[in-house]
Each structure stands twice: as structure tokens, then as C-alpha cells.
């Protein structure tokens, strides 16, 4: 199996100074990820909605519910790390949540219509945050001390991530 097929945008790996002007790119990101997601299964059929983007991996269908599980989660990290002193955050096993029932059979304009509108509501509070608040942070017992602004940029990257998994996905079946 080839990083390509795993990871088609290239691994989520962090570089460079973060910027104000980097902070809004990847707040476009977010802001935009609800429309590609949208556009990249407008033309999958149902049966094509339940096809592994790779051997083994998950399907079309989990990948777009997995972006609003994961979003919902985001979300309420941003709002603990900015309301409270560096919160630690409960984890959560999204493979175990990814085969859950909601995961595997319902339609994905359920999660798109989430998304949309969990999206919107984030872009602003994230377009309020002052310069402290984006360096306030919350701890991750697996991953340690997280940024609001660091975490903006990884989910600003596991958007487009699991978005280009999808559109590969389509492009390699050439549907």
C-alpha cells in the first residue's frame, strides 16, 4: 500500500512559523471543506458510497460521517481550550465509532448537512479568537499540549485529507 493511496495530500505534518495570514488560509479551509466535501460524492451512488477507499479501509460512506464526528469533536476542543486553563480533552477510538450503525448505513447528506452548518458556526468563532486565544492550548493524553492555532491547521489538513481520499478514490475507479 503507498502513502499516495493513504495519504493523497501528503502526511499532516506541521512546518514553518504559524502566521496570522497561515491562521487564515487554513480558516478558509474550514470554511470551504463543507462545499468540496459535497462536490467530491455529488456523483457516487449508493453502492459506490459503501466501497473501502483502499484494501481494508474505511468506505466512502464512513470517511464523510467520520469528518463530522471528528469535526463535532474538534469543535467543542477549540471551545474548552479558549474557556477554560488548559483543559485536558477526552479522546475518543474513531475506528470503533466508525462502524457504528449511524457510520455504515446512513445517508451522507445527514453528515454533509452537519457539517455545513457546524462549519459555519466554527468559522466565525474561530474568525473572533484574539492573539491569545490562539496560542491557549488544551493537553491530549495521547498527543500532549495542543495550540488552538496548531490545531486549526490540523483540521484545516484532515479536511482536505479525507476529502482527497475521496476524490482519488473516484478518479482511480473512474467514476
Known sequence: MTDDIIYPI????????ITPERRIEWIKDLEEAPGLLQK?????????LDT???DGGWTIRQI??????????????FKLAVTEDKPT????EQSDWAVL???VSM????SLSLLDSLHQRWVVFLNSLTEEDMKKTFI???????????????????????TAQITATCRRKGW
Open 140 to 162: 491530549h493524553p495521547e498527543g500532549g499540549v495542543v495550540s488552538v492555532e496548531e490545531n486549526i491547521w490540523n483540521y484545516s489538513w484532515h479536511s482536505r485529507h479525507h
Open 64 to 77: 464523510v460521517h467520520h469528518l463530522a464526528d471528528s469535526n463535532i469533536n474538534s469543535y467543542v476542543r
Open 40 to 48: 467530491a460524492v455529488e456523483r457516487v451512488s449508493e453502492e459506490q
Open 107 to 110: 445517508p451522507v447528506e445527514v
Open 89 to 92: 480533552i477526552k479522546p475518543w
Open 101 to 103: 450503525e449511524d457510520a
Open 10 to 17: 501528503g502526511k499532516g505534518k506541521l512546518s514553518g512559523k
Open 52 to 54: 473501502p477507499y483502499r
